[in-house]
């Protein structure tokens, strides 16, 4: 079943789902050098013209988990190696790895591992973003100071919790990677600002409270 913001594109050997609750449009599917996806073709996006592993490739570059697949032999998406944060130029947290995120429903599989989290505060979807960022004149770079504290393993469940009218707090092995493309910071546990206002981006220093930031 499909509906505005649910549309299921159905294929012999594998299908696609998107999600329109998570999609931002950067264009990772569209810019594909295949005819998976093609803007003002119905339907647009066409399983059965590439194969699998085409299907799978392309669906995998989708940073917000708003596109997923469901393979006819059963197998399905695993989580990366490694758990990383990547604090994008001007816009939200992109996520990978074995995300846990809470209050992420079973209806949104994609989420499990790929996300992309809002961090300029106006999100009507939050946590995750939705572009309100553009409108309302967010500006960060993604640069990114400190170090943490090192790791001993690169991956492992990620679990992702944002707390209430306050940041998110991730808490197991992650990288952070700077807006820029350096690996930067590299620890287990990071509360994350959320409502924009923080002077010390990506992370929180409570800026919340005075910002009156709501979660809801």
């Given at each position: ?83 990383t944060v990547v604090v994008s ?124 930031f709501t979660s809801d």
């Amino acid at each position: 079943m499909s509906d505005d913001t649910n549309v299921n594109y159905p294929g012999d050997e594998v299908s696609v789902k998107w999600d329109g609750r998570l999609c931002i449009h950067v264009g990772e599917c569209g810019r594909a050098d295949n005819e998976l996806f093609v803007g003002g073709r119905k339907p647009w996006c066409e399983p059965r013209l590439v194969s699998v592993e085409e299907v799978v490739e392309v669906i995998e570059r989708c940073p917000t988990g708003a596109l997923v697949y469901r393979r006819a032999d059963g197998e399905s998406e695993r989580a990366p190696v490694r758990n990383t944060v990547v604090v994008s130029n001007n816009g939200p947290l992109y996520l990978r790895g074995e995300l846990e995120i809470e209050g992420a429903g079973d209806d949104m599989p994609g989420v499990r591992f790929r996300a992309a989290l809002c961090r300029c505060g106006v999100s009507k979807n939050k946590p995750f973003c939705d572009n309100s960022h553009e409108g309302a004149g967010f500006v960060d770079r993604g640069a990114i100071g400190e170090r943490g504290d090192g790791l001993e393993a690169p991956g492992g469940p990620l679990k992702v919790q944002p707390m209430k009218d306050g940041p998110v707090v991730i808490s197991g092995n992650v990288e952070m990677v700077t807006g820029s493309g350096r690996v930067a910071w590299r620890g287990t546990k990071a509360a994350l600002c959320r409502c924009g206002a923080s002077d010390n981006k990506p992370f929180c220093d409570g800026s919340h409270r005075g910002a009156g930031f709501t979660s809801d």
